[in-house]
């Protein structure tokens, strides 16, 4: 979604409301990560003081494989995120969006800020006790013999 930001950057205390959703195909690129769900994103933009703001939220849900006993579940994920846009930059900064154009690309933005954002371990429950070393059979449905002998 292309957000066009030239009258929030020339009038103090304009602002605009935004929501969208980011499709399962457009995230279908992304290696590592299943999307189960659209990315829904909403927030708004509004210059107070002459400072431009991006205040925005995600909320989807991810198909992950459990890091210790290989199961597949689905897990919701909600987060928030701010940035200060401005019209033009010399260099990379980190700390604000450049705006070139006066718009910014908020799917880029949002893809970005999120998969910043997701655990880099993901256990499908925090006690999950894994997969037996010996025989591999799954010890949160199971008790084995292998590493008692």
Known sequence: MK??????FNI??????????ISQEELSDIRGYKFSSPVDVKGRVYNRAGIVTLEYSVSFTLLITCDRCLKEFERKHEYSFDHIVV?????????????????????????????L?????????????????????????????????
Do not use: F, H
Request: contains cysteine.
């Open 87 to 115: 019209p033009s930059a010399s260099s990379d900064n980190d700390d604000y969006i450049a705006a070139g154009g006066e718009s910014i690309e908020l799917n880029d933005i949002a893809v970005t800020d999120l998969l």
């Open 12 to 21: 103090v205390g304009e602002s605009a409301d935004i929501a969208c959703s």
């Open 117 to 149: 954002q997701l655990p880099t371990k993901n256990l499908c429950r925090e006690d999950c006790k894994g997969l037996c070393m010996v025989c591999g059979c799954d010890l949160n449905e199971v008790t084995c013999n292998c590493l008692n002998n």
């Open 3 to 8: 957000i066009n930001l030239k009258q929030i």
